[in-house]
């Protein structure tokens, strides 16, 4: 085939398909248009990490664990836009802000813009409701191309400044990852928060800050983070890298010699969050669950309120614009 948009459902959830002779990208507008698949056809990959447990339908209970954490309730893995805020809870003019933000609980409305044999394009679009912003995201493929263009704005629709911080939670997983895949990046520092990630299996030592790509182990030494393990590893930690040369990261599987990454202006998103489940996480509500490693970036490591207090944060007035543009793209190597 060429080029096309068609629709359908996933697990009873409303999906739109941007296609062409290489590529299927599967997007769940009503589910905070998360990204659900990112098919690389000629060998059939899926790069995106489903969460096992797998995606529930619409209105279906919460996931066991998920402490009234809407992003956590119907976790399905793959590939989330987290806005107005990352990270934890937080509160921002008096608004409670949730975790992960806003918009990966929110339904989008699309629009689509060039369905044509050369070129699709689909635009994304919600506001949200604590915080006084419309959140665009035109997504585009082109025939014969392995990279998916997310071109994005914000707007703030209020009367008041509002601000905002911004992040991609892209997790990559499923047959294709392998021990000896590699994870590669613009980023030169690596930090850790100062308390341990989960007790258990957390491998990396709390409260670091390194140069990348050595991290400091809790048992003394150090890890290559550039080797990623197999889930023989039975470890689970969270990294932020930071310090970026330029904004991109890749993971790579020699063997298949083919690979997955997301390149963006470093001006904007500065931080990386890598979260990565080697197969050891024990606590709810991934306890046994997650081989994969996110790459995922964000324009601060703190949630919104925090990143105000820090600076941070990204003030708009009434009316104004900010926009920017990211891609995914697969590699062959």
């Known amino acids: ?5 068609t629709t359908g459902t996933e697990a009873g ?3 739109v398909y941007l296609e062409n002779e290489l590529l299927k990208i599967t997007v769940l507008p009503l589910k905070g248009a998360d990204i659900y698949n990112f098919i690389y056809k000629p060998d059939g990959i899926d790069f995106l990490w489903k969460n096992p447990i797998g995606l529930w339908p619409p209105g279906s209970p919460p996931h066991d ?3 009234g954490m809407a992003f956590l309730e119907n976790y399905e893995g793959c590939w989330q836009e987290l806005f107005p805020s990352c990270n934890d809870p937080t509160t921002y003019q008096g608004a409670q802000i949730p975790f992960h933000g806003e918009v990966v609980s929110l339904p989008w409305t699309y629009a689509i813009e060039d369905n044509s044999e050369d070129r699709v394009s689909v635009r994304f679009s919600t506001q949200t409701q604590a915080t006084t912003f419309q959140l665009e995201r035109v997504m585009t493929l082109e025939r014969g191309s392995t990279r ?3 071109d994005e704005t914000v707007t703030n629709i209020g ?3 509002q601000h905002f911080v911004w992040g991609h939670h892209c997790v990559v997983g499923g047959p294709w990852l392998e021990a000896g895949c590699t994870l590669d990046m613009g980023a030169q520092t690596i930090t850790t928060i100062e308390q341990i990630y989960e007790e258990k299996t957390a491998c990396l030592a709390p409260g670091q800050r390194e140069p990348w790509p050595n991290a400091r ?4 030494g150090t890890v290559d983070l550039r080797v990623i393990p197999g889930p023989e590893a039975h470890s689970h930690d969270d990294v932020y890298l930071t310090d970026l040369t330029n904004g991109w990261i890749s993971v790579t599987n020699p063997r298949l010699k083919l690979g997955f990454g997301l390149h963006w202006d470093a001006a904007v998103f500065k931080w990386i969050i890598s979260w990565q489940p080697y197969g050891g996480a024990e606590a709810l509500p991934f306890k046994g669950l997650p081989y994969a490693v996110g790459i995922e970036p964000w324009i601060s490591n703190k949630p919104l309120g925090a990143a105000v207090d820090a600076g941070e944060a990204i003030l708009l007035n009434p009316g104004e614009k900010f926009s920017t ?4 793209q697969v590699t062959l190597v």
Request: with cysteine; net charge positive.
């Open 1 to 5: 085939m060429t080029c096309g948009v």
């Open 13 to 15: 959830h409303p999906a």
């Open 65 to 67: 664990g998920s402490g």
């Open 148 to 150: 998916l263009t997310l």
């Open 159 to 161: 009367a008041n400044p």
């Open 217 to 220: 182990r809790r048992d003394g």
């Open 325 to 328: 543009t990211l891609a995914a």
